[in-house]
């Protein structure tokens, strides 16, 4: 060990002591409320009441100690030595009591019963909010009275500290001698053992604790086999795969690498240590560990352990562990970054988690024994295992990789026979790395390099030798320079997971499967093999995020991107098939227009003349914009559901298939309505109209109510300025959201047909509808009838409610132009559509129809404008974009949309 962690262990002892000492003057059971009492609820409560206030005073001042220092071992140590301390006095306490009507009172250290800690308790490194599990032993030959006794003291010690809730504590009870027959461990028997195998003594007779801790050695030699097969089974942590760049990462996830890869070492070596800093001090000391694989290790686990112990100061419950985005700036400031959360997130990501995964990866695997004999023969060099990995021959074991790009080879069998590479192949291949960087290179060879790169994305398993290469940097170092700057480049976190360049692997991993797996989606399958070049398809994957790594501020990524596609893709060698660059440079522009085409009105002869313009009237074009589509968001968190894959579907048919419409003379189009019924929902709007049309006032309203359906509110009215904003006022003012809207005009005349529900998303309760109702309609008639301003009906009062409260810090914004439709892409909040109107209604511009989309708490609004709106918003983008922001920023404050006061 260490002389920091013996220094550690020293102090944090002595502060453990002076703990004890603090609470045997606090808690003098003899002298609190209740004592002798039958009823202890009294005493109970006082003694709760002392320890939680205790607890709080120390684990206060146990976080501003944590804002100090680095030094994760002692941090943890001392939280260990509280719990401690507490368990300790819980458990004196429950002997007292046991005591107090005994003739011949019980000592602690004759008791036949012993608490141990275990688990990460027994490891001595508790964090604010870990689970303290204890578990009480008691000694195997003990008598009838002696077990009736210790049940007294258990029972005690339970109402103390477990059912009092003073830590989140489990407690489990067995023998003092196991049963180390040659038995099967089932799952849940080796869980427990796992933990017990990692005990400590807190409290009790220290005989009893030297027979269980006897018993436990020779229970782990016995089954040691099957404890390291089940070891073997979270090799999964080490897979390329699992990948540590996260954008919202699980601590604890993270150092379970450590934690499998070190105990899959101490119980095949038996080492002594089982506090993984101590451990890993001990590996080092004994030579397992070389001294860069030491540092980065330590540096790693003592990095991650200070993030948790930030993150259980500001989160409680399943998420404690998590980085999330509510955090995430606070985390980053309390461990040196104050506004540099990309910098903290490149800390994390290359100095903490990934050096810590490859190092644990490599003392995991290194205490496997490895199937070295080959089932087939590759070349001279190479073969392939029994386990489908590539090995090297024997011999060959210190192989030269001369020259550098036969490393190549490997990747090919990778992608054309699903090969994988064995642990001693990557760690030669790891260290020679540097040998491999292309400093110069000569026709011949780039040449030779971008033919390999052809094969690879030909290959039928590309995406896995894509993600290969990127692990090894050489996709970045040969292919594509470019994509080193979406290495761990943070991306929206309320859309994407992982970081940009993890999230292009993952795009191209759900193409794959189109090819490869037999769940596929059957349309999306028939779409994949129907394309004439899969080739253009897999490049505009691999590329379609390129830009956010080159752009600068201000710049539009995909039209970067886009420009950036020739000169990469005459790099790798496409530099003859002119039509390849096109179509790629095209889908990686429009890669995300097709989710604003679906978002388009499907009736409408337009929206299918824009697609067809959009796409020059190619047929393969589309699928192909329909196939990035999917695998970009197949790529985040809004992985396509069954039926939006349907839309997809349905979308391509209608577009290849959609007729357009014939104009019906009005004699047919009144003998058609005489002949048929009306739907309800259209008899409904029909009554609505009828009375819009007898009325003097210029303006009718209704709503319906809908059986767990949105309601539907008809409003009929003179076509005026700032219509559409003023009846999305009065929806938000009384707290309903807009799920649809549906806007006609002819002439003069407007009939608006809104969908609406309540703010949390669901239908109006039919109890509460015709208080809605009511309300509704009498806002409607002060404003268009009674001509009240909003400013005087709504005044001084906020939109803000406590769900969005709080919920985001700014507006976030994205503003698209699709032929003579606007696309404005923000949050989910109330009062979205009544601000967006509100824009268009300053600035003059005409809103035709508009279309309301809300998913996954974003609103993503279309509105048609006239032609000549289009023009003035493309002519001043920038101040449009600022305008809407400005306006819809009070959604995001608890602030009045029309204040008492004038707003200075």
Avoid at 339 to 347: L, M, P
Wanted: glycine share 4%; proline share 4%.
């Amino acid at each position: 060990m260490t002389d920091l962690y013996l220094s550690n262990r020293t102090h944090a002892e002595q502060y453990h002591q002076k703990l004890l000492h603090q609470l045997n003057n606090l808690i003098r059971p003899d002298t609190l409320p209740g004592c002798r009492d039958p009823d202890l609820q009294t005493f109970y409560l006082e003694f709760k009441k002392r320890i939680v206030n205790f607890v709080a005073d120390e684990t206060k001042k146990q976080k501003k100690k944590l804002l100090h220092t680095d030094n994760s071992h002692l941090l943890l140590l001392e939280r260990t030595g509280l719990i401690d301390a507490v368990v300790q006095t819980s458990f004196r306490t429950a002997l007292w009591l046991a005591n107090r009507d005994l003739e011949i009172p019980l000592e602690e250290d004759s008791l036949p019963l012993a608490l141990v800690a275990r688990g990460g308790y027994g490891r001595q490194e508790m964090y604010y909010s870990s689970d303290v599990d204890i578990h009480i032993i008691q000694k195997t030959s003990a008598s009838e009275k002696e077990i009736n006794q210790t049940d007294q003291v258990i029972h005690y010690f339970d109402y103390l500290l477990v059912y009092q809730d003073i830590f989140p504590t489990t407690t489990g009870t067995g023998p003092s001698q196991l049963n180390t027959e040659d038995e099967e461990y089932n799952q849940t028997r080796l869980s427990i053992f796992y933990s017990l195998m990692e005990h400590r003594m807190v409290a009790g007779n220290p005989w009893v604790y030297s027979e269980f801790k006897g018993s436990i050695k020779a229970a782990s030699l016995v089954h040691k086999e099957q404890i390291l097969k089940e070891c073997f089974k979270h090799k999964t942590y080490f897979e390329i795969q699992n990948t540590v760049f996260q954008q919202e990462p699980n601590i604890k996830e993270e150092l379970k690498r450590l934690y499998w890869a070190t105990s899959l070492v101490r119980i095949r070596e038996s080492h002594e240590k089982i506090n993984q800093f101590e451990l890993l001090s001990e590996l080092y000391n004994k030579q397992k560990l070389s001294t860069l694989a030491f540092k980065n290790m330590l540096n790693g686990l003592n990095f991650l352990s200070r993030v948790r112990l930030i993150l259980h100061c500001h989160q409680t419950g399943a998420h404690r562990d998590v980085i999330s985005y509510e955090v995430r700036e606070v985390v980053a400031e309390a461990m040196g970054f104050k506004n540099q959360v990309r910098e903290f997130f490149r800390e994390y990501y290359f100095q903490a988690a990934l050096p810590m995964k490859r190092y644990c990866r490599n003392l995991f695997w290194e205490s496997i024994t490895f199937t070295t004999r080959p089932s087939k023969k590759l070349s001279g060099e190479f073969g392939l295992n029994s386990e489908n990995q590539i090995i090297f021959s024997e011999g060959h074991e210190n192989h030269s990789w001369d020259p550098p790009t036969a490393v190549f080879d490997i990747f090919l069998w990778v992608a054309r026979k699903n090969y994988f590479l064995s642990y001693p192949v990557i760690r030669s291949i790891e260290l020679n790395l540097d040998r491999m960087t292309p400093l110069f290179q000569n026709s011949a060879e780039k040449a030779q390099v971008q033919i390999y790169f052809q094969n690879f994305i030909r290959g039928k398993y590309f995406a896995k030798t894509i993600r290969y290469l990127h692990e090894f940097k050489l996709l970045e170092q040969y292919f594509i320079p470019e994509f080193k700057n979406l290495s761990g480049l943070l991306q929206d976190i309320f859309v994407h997971m992982f970081p940009t360049d993890i999230h292009v692997l993952a795009a191209l991993d759900e193409l794959n499967k189109l090819e490869i797996a037999s769940e596929a989606d059957p349309f999306l399958v028939e779409l994949y093999q129907s394309l004439r070049d899969r080739t253009t398809l897999k490049l505009s994957v691999i590329l379609h995020d390129i830009g956010k790594g080159i752009k600068t501020k201000g710049e539009n990524e995909e039209l970067v991107g886009a420009h950036a596609v020739p000169l990469i893709l005459e790099n790798l060698g496409y530099v003859k098939n002119q039509k390849l660059i096109k179509d790629v440079a095209f889908l990686v522009e429009k890669h995300l227009m097709m989710k604003d085409l679906m978002l388009l009105d499907p009736d409408e002869d337009d929206t299918y003349d824009m697609i067809w313009d959009l796409v020059n009237k190619d047929v393969d074009r589309l699928k192909m914009l329909i196939l990035l589509t999917y695998a970009d968001r197949a790529g985040t968190k809004m992985r396509m559901s069954k039926s939006q894959i349907d839309q997809l579907k349905y979308f391509y048919q209608n577009t290849l298939h959609h007729k357009k419409k014939v104009t019906v003379p009005k004699p047919v189009q009144h003998e058609f309505i005489s002949m048929i019924r009306l739907p309800k929902d259209l008899q409904s709007q029909l009554q609505t109209y009828n009375e819009f049309k007898k009325s003097k006032d210029g303006f009718v309203a209704e709503m319906f109510f809908k059986q767990e359906r949105p309601s539907q509110l008809v409003v009929c009215s003179r076509d005026h300025q700032g219509l559409l904003f003023k009846i999305s006022a009065v929806l938000a003012f009384n707290k309903l959201s807009i799920v649809e809207a549906n806007i006609h005009t002819l002439g003069n005349n407007v009939l608006d047909v809104f969908k609406v529900c309540d703010i949390s998303g669901n239908p109006v309760e039919f109890s509460n509808f015709f208080f809605v109702q009511k309300q509704i309609l009498e806002d409607l008639n002060k404003i268009f009838i009674e001509n009240i301003p909003m400013s005087s009906l709504y005044q001084g009062r906020p939109l803000t409610t406590g769900i969005e409260e709080g919920k985001y810090r700014d507006i976030k914004l994205k503003i698209s132009l699709i032929g003579n439709a606007v696309k404005v892409e923000t949050h989910d909040i109330i009062g979205t559509v009544m601000m967006e109107t509100k824009v268009f209604a300053e600035l003059n511009m005409e809103i035709q129809r508009s279309v309301i989309h809300t998913n996954y708490g974003t609103a993503s609004n279309i509105f048609y404008v006239r032609p000549e709106d289009v023009r003035q918003i493309m002519r001043e983008e920038q101040k449009f974009k600022k305008l809407l922001a400005k306006t819809l920023a009070p959604l995001v404050h608890p602030e009045p949309i029309f204040p008492d006061q004038p707003v200075p």
